[in-house]
């Protein structure tokens, strides 16, 4: 299970007498400290500091422990990052351990700065002595205490189970802590450190080791693995394989036992909204709304219509009556009036009634007239317009006919003009009339239109990319589209030919003289090469206007049309967008397999992360070989009791791996007995309070004035006894 921080600030703390000790355990994991004689610690939380900027005014606060979520709202915890004051195993930084020792001072319950109270704290075994000077400076100068004394957290827990007999007087204690593993052999109830060992493991790379592998595992995640809950995972679903090759292969095989192994821990997830059809009241609905938008579409072009038919009818009239007026007027007096209406002359007049009539006609969609009208109309505007073009050449003086061939060329490029004209109106009104045809059968049967339009534009543009692909594959196919495709495969028929024509003539003339050129037929090479053979341009032209007709008459009536893209030069080709799949609750899973005993094994293997140490089984055989007596019978008593303890002895299994690995180091019927503390992570704590609460305390303490009288060099030879 998780640790959870006890972080309440006491209110008895001036219940205690001032010879009542204050023990700390300061573990490089979490801080615990409380009163001597009592089983549990009063204030337990994480051993960090953080220390944030205020989003708003800049002011940087300092958090110590766990910091609380609802923080995040007020102070930017992200650019300052949780610190400790350990390295390894080791305080060196001595200001977080003052904010620490501050904060958990104020949650016991302390008033002022002064402690008047003995201390007992834990530290690692063989801490240096420049650690130990430090703290007892900071102590004594910071908090004025009485007195101190430093003992070692897993000697603690080994003389607080040895009275609840879990293990004996001579035995090994092993404490994978946070950072490292310690090994310590007991003679006679004391700690040999002569015979200690050390690696540089612990909880912590067992928790990094994870965290690793689960943002490799699932990428998209990886805000979710914090390293709190990367914690816990690790608290709750790890484990110690008897066998780690065996287990990787059952996991490797799959099967029953591996699925049984395995745990899925479930983010949270909401399902996608399921989309469901319309029933038919909603689409008659719709269909009716649609109408109406129609209508009122509808009597707005009418409304539009019959007021540009009016505005029409009104210049009509006014041109009609200024042309009649025009025409009582004396010769001598056109130009005066026509200055007054501002017009250049009488023909500009005609020329825009004419043009008004013909937009009033086509407002109204009345016929046009008839052709022979237009005719005669056309041949007097021309005898008026071009009175030489009738004109023999031989009645003409050289200035006529110069003037003559204007004339011709005026006329030709009017008509032209005319003619281009007509043909645009007449295209016109072929899209009105299919446009009205086509809104019509819409009309009658929207569904139906709306199936034969997608089938129209389907064939159309299958239709066009057919001729596209034959055009530039020259009519060949390979069985597919791409790849394996020839220089003539890839020309068309005109090219080709070209081809041919310029192959023969390179082979007709030979190795002698060039002399392409001399003969008239030579030149007639060029006509042949410019000829276009394409002959269905014209066809592919239509396509794609109608093609283009549809699909912008598609986009009108159907809000899902989406056209297809054609390519172009600039522009690669489109590959069809791959259909992404909808997230669904297994997306969302986290499952643990190998990797629940794959960062545990760290502890046996510690070159799986890249540490050439040895492992907790070899760290005994190293222990025992270092002790100065070489006693047979003692090996067996230490053996007999091997002690675990630390928060990584809570693995499941632990006990039984180390003892199989002791057992492959020591000789053929050795006695080995593994045993796990009461409270691996507590009992260190309750052993140290239980040593303080003793009345022969206070013998193995030492004041401020002996620290100083004494000096650095004192606290060399300076070590507690645990036997009291």
């Avoid at 912590?204 to 390293?227: C, E, G, N, V």
């Amino acid at each position: 299970m998780p640790f959870i921080s006890k972080i309440q600030r006491q209110t008895d703390y001036n219940r205690f007498p001032p010879s009542t000790p204050i023990v700390i355990d300061n573990g490089a994991s979490y801080f615990r400290i409380g009163w001597a004689g009592e089983t549990e610690p009063r204030v337990i939380f994480r051993n960090i500091v953080q220390r944030p900027r205020h989003k708003s005014t800049g002011e940087t606060v300092t958090i110590v422990g766990d910091h609380d979520p609802a923080l995040l709202k007020y102070f930017d915890c992200t650019r300052s990052g949780p610190r400790s004051a350990f390295d390894s195993n080791v305080v060196f930084q001595f200001e977080i351990m003052e904010y620490i020792l501050d904060f958990a001072f104020d949650r016991l319950g302390a008033n002022g700065s002064r402690i008047d109270h003995p201390i007992l704290i834990t530290e690692c075994v063989c801490n240096p002595v420049y650690s130990c000077s430090k703290m007892a400076e900071l102590l004594f100068e910071t908090y004025g205490v009485r007195s101190v004394a430093f003992g070692v957290d897993a000697v603690f827990s080994y003389e607080y189970n040895q009275l609840h007999g879990i293990c004996e007087k001579d035995g090994l204690a092993i404490c994978p802590g946070f950072t490292t593993t310690h090994v310590i052999p007991f003679v006679d109830g004391e700690p040999v450190y002569k015979g200690c060992c050390r690696t540089n493991i612990g909880g912590y790379h067992i928790t990094d080791y994870l965290k690793q592998l689960l943002s490799l595992k699932y990428p998209h995640h990886m805000a979710r693995f914090t390293w709190e809950k990367v914690e816990d995972l690790k608290m709750e679903h790890c484990y110690i394989a008897p066998d780690y090759a065996l287990e990787a292969q059952l996991f490797q095989k799959g099967g029953k036992e591996a699925e049984d192994k395995t745990r899925c821990w479930q983010l949270p997830w909401v399902p996608l909204p399921t989309e469901e059809p319309p029933s038919e009241e909603e689409i008659a609905r719709k269909a009716a709304i649609r109408e109406r938008q129609g209508q009122r579409l509808r009597e707005m072009a009418e409304a539009k219509r019959s007021s540009r038919i009016n505005e029409l009818e009104n210049q009509l009239h006014g041109l009609e009556f200024l042309l009649q007026q025009l025409g009582q007027v004396q010769e001598e007096d056109i130009p005066s009036f026509l200055s007054e209406t501002g017009s250049a002359s009488k023909q500009e007049k005609e020329l825009t009634l004419t043009k008004v009539t013909q937009s009033l006609r086509k407002a109204k969609g009345e016929p046009k007239p008839e052709q022979a009208e237009n005719e005669e109309k056309a041949d007097s505007c021309t005898s008026d317009k071009y009175p030489l073009i009738n004109v023999p050449d031989n009645m003409l003086t050289p200035d006529q006919l110069k003037e003559k061939k204007r004339q011709i060329f005026l006329k030709t490029t009017t008509e032209g003009r005319q003619r281009a004209k007509q043909k645009r109106v007449e295209e016109e009104l072929e899209r009105e009339r299919k446009t009205q045809q086509d809104e019509e059968r819409r009309l009658e049967n929207p569904q139906l239109y709306l199936k034969q339009m997608h089938t129209k534009y389907k064939e159309l543009y299958e239709k066009i990319e057919l001729r596209k692909r034959l055009k530039t594959n020259g009519g060949h196919t390979n069985g597919s589209n791409s790849g394996g495709v020839g220089r003539g495969e890839r020309l068309n028929a005109a090219q080709r030919e070209r081809m041919r024509l310029l192959t023969t003539a390179a082979f007709d003339r030979g190795k002698g003289e060039d002399t392409f050129g001399a003969k008239d037929e030579d030149w007639q090479l060029y006509k042949l090469m410019g000829k276009d053979n394409d002959d269905d341009d014209d066809g592919a032209d239509e396509d794609e206007a109608e093609l283009a007709r549809v699909s912008s008459r598609l986009q009108e009536i159907d809000s899902t049309f989406v056209p297809k893209l054609e390519p172009t030069a600039s522009q690669p080709t489109i590959t069809e967008v791959p259909h992404v799949r909808p997230l669904t609750k297994e997306d969302f899973q986290i499952v643990l397999g190998v990797e629940r005993f794959r960062c545990p094994e760290i502890l046996f293997h510690p070159n799986l992360v890249g540490i050439d140490q040895v492992g907790l089984d070899e760290m005994t055989g190293v222990s025992i070989r270092r002790l100065p007596s070489k006693d047979k019978a003692l090996e067996n008593r230490l053996t007999s009791s091997v002690f675990m303890t630390g928060g990584c002895s809570l693995f499941p299994g632990i006990n039984e791996r180390l003892e199989a690995g002791i057992r492959m180091l020591r000789p053929c019927g050795s006695p080995i007995k593994v045993a796990r503390a009461l409270d691996p992570v507590l009992d260190a704590w309750r052993g140290a309070s239980l040593y303080a609460a003793n009345s022969r305390f206070h013998q193995q303490t030492f004041s401020r004035a002996d620290y100083y009288e004494k000096g650095e060099d004192w606290l060399r030879r300076y070590q507690v006894r645990y036997t009291l």
